[in-house]
């Protein structure tokens, strides 16, 4: 199956969120929800659904704080991996903190963003960065 996002959220009020303003934008993207690092790595590196690797997503949007494998720990599993380190990953996260910022731009993160607490500078934030990436940035060929 086609994936635009792997949105990696274990708050399920921000994720329903974020795929309803997603989708309220652009009815056609895919997203895959995952709600911890594990799922979200054993979704990238399943092979068993086809047989062989499936469609990998445009972009990943990763939280940092998240249970049992948190996102420093997920960014840096995925740009170790030369079949999935192309893939530009996106930090969305309450933090707002210079160590989690550094650590993670450190680590690989193609872009780091603090979550609004409003409604609406949050829709906005995530339409526009979901525009980007998925509209305007050409992905590495690779």
């Known amino acids: 199956m086609k994936t635009d996002i792997l949105l990696v959220e274990d708050s399920h009020d921000d994720a329903a969120l974020a795929i309803r303003v997603l989708k ?19 979704w990238l590196f399943d092979e068993s659904d086809t047989g062989s690797r499936k469609t990998l997503p ?7 704080k998240l249970p ?15 079949s999935v380190s ?16 550094a650590e993670c731009y450190r680590l690989g993160a193609n872009s780091y963003l603090v979550k ?3 409604f609406q500078s949050y829709s906005q934030m995530i339409v526009t960065a979901s525009r980007y990436w ?3 940035n050409i992905s590495c060929p690779v």
């Open 116 to 118: 609004p607490i409003d």
């Open 58 to 64: 445009k972009v990943i949007f990763l939280d940092v």
């Open 86 to 101: 192309q893939i530009p990953v996106v930090i969305m996260t309450s933090s707002n903190q210079p160590v989690d910022i």
């Open 68 to 82: 049992r494998l948190n996102g420093p720990e997920v960014l840096k599993k995925i740009k170790a991996d030369a």
């Open 134 to 136: 998925l509209n305007y």
């Open 24 to 42: 309220q934008d652009n009815p056609g993207t895919k997203i895959k929800l995952v709600y911890d690092g594990f799922e979200a790595l054993d």
